[in-house]
Nanobody
Framework: QVQVVESGGGLVQPGGSLRLSCVVS??????????MSWYRQAPGQQRELVAE???????DYSEFAKGRFTISRDNSKNTAYLQMNSLKLEGTAVYYC??????WGQGTQVTVSP
């Protein structure tokens, strides 16, 4: 069974940076076929897309993430990343990784606070 585990969340001040990681427990060959996405869910809000990275390397970002966030992957480590810079207060949320459009992780909390 494929498992997805996020890490890297924490408390950061406005303007700060964090890098989230997402490890997928599968073979390297299978991971290479997976599109990877990051979502977030703020308290009382619906889960929303942050960024996605196709298996062929195409990147798409939600408007709020453009210019500040970067999604990447290291296929040799079965890992996807989300580099978040210039974080804002509204970035406080649980961030989730989605692998292959069907496998969700449990999420990692990001809190942006002075």
């Amino acid at each position: 069974q494929v498992q997805v585990v996020e890490s890297g969340g924490g408390l950061v001040q406005p303007g700060g940076s964090l890098r989230l990681s997402c490890v997928v427990s599968t073979s390297v060959e299978e991971f290479e076929t997976m599109g990877m996405s990051w979502y977030r869910q703020a308290p009382g809000q619906q889960r929303e897309l942050v960024a996605e990275l196709s298996r062929l390397g195409r990147r798409d970002y939600s408007e709020f993430a453009k210019g500040r966030f970067t999604i990447s992957r290291d296929n040799s480590k079965n890992t996807a990343y989300l580099q978040m810079n210039s974080l804002k207060l509204e970035g406080t949320a649980v961030y989730y990784c989605l692998a292959a459009g069907i496998f969700w992780g449990q999420g990692t909390q990001v809190t942006v606070s002075p």
